[in-house]
């Protein structure tokens, strides 16, 4: 049973440039929620998705967009980099059972360097 | 609004010795709170969580948390470290209801020296 997978593992863009970061969910999962972690932090919530729409969003600028697809794989959208967004972006999904909703599964990570 | 108060941002100990990592959370209504380990360069990994019922938790390799309502705590402990331990751990809370995000904590660093 594969998890939550995320691609890529890394990746280096410049400052203005635009970076989509993308999610598959553990299987059974229909929920996504990204985290961005800054070096030496916990991670921050970005926001969630649930039936292809955006159920929460935490304290990030517009510059940060998502998308949830039918198959219920997720993108993250960045636009107008800046150096402050270099982090390790966390992808976690949950399933949609009860209690078991409140479970988020992590995966390894696409970690961000802007130059 | 919901938070997370790690009190140590680095406990060193001993192979072989006890540990505890403290965790102290605020939220106006019921929670459920997380443990979460993250190895050097990689994701999250769930230890153990706290949905309902048994306020005393088990999770995976020998680590428990207790939940104490009237002291808002979440403490992480094991008996016996291993080197294979050193790893930052992280407390997370969520509040549940209308609420679908994690909080976390800033993390512990745990160094599990020979």
């Known amino acids: 049973d594969a998890g939550v997978t995320q691609s890529p593992t890394h990746l280096i863009k410049t400052r203005g440039q635009q970076v989509t970061l993308r999610c598959s969910p553990k299987?059974?999962?229909?929920?996504v929620s990204w985290y961005q972690q800054a070096l030496g932090q916990g991670p921050q919530f970005i926001f969630q998705?649930?039936?292809?729409?955006?159920?929460q969003r935490g304290n990030f600028p517009d510059r940060f967009s998502g998308h949830q697809f039918p198959n219920y794989s997720s993108e993250l959208n960045v636009n107008a980099l800046l150096l402050g967004d270099s982090a390790l972006y966390l992808c976690?999904?949950?399933?949609?059972?009860?209690?078991?909703?409140?479970?988020?599964?992590f995966g390894p990570g696409t970690r961000l360097l802007v130059l | 609004a919901q938070s997370v108060t790690q009190l140590d941002s680095q406990v060193p100990v001993f192979e072989e010795a006890p540990v505890e990592l403290r965790c102290n959370y605020s939220s106006s209504v019921s929670v459920y709170l997380f443990w979460y380990v993250q190895y050097p360069n990689q994701g999250l990994q769930l230890l153990l969580k706290y949905l309902s019922g048994s306020t005393l938790v088990k999770g995976i390799n020998g680590f428990e948390a207790e939940f104490n309502k009237s002291q808002t705590s979440f403490h992480l402990r094991k008996p016996s470290v291993h080197k294979s331990d050193t790893a930052e751990y992280f407390c997370a809370v969520n509040s549940g209801g209308s609420n679908y995000k994690l909080t976390f904590g800033k993390g512990t660093l745990l160094t599990v020296n020979p």
């Open positions: 998705y649930y039936e292809e729409e955006e159920r």
């Open positions: 976690a999904s949950s399933s949609p059972t009860g209690l078991l909703e409140e479970t988020q599964y």
């Open positions: 299987s059974g999962h229909d929920t």
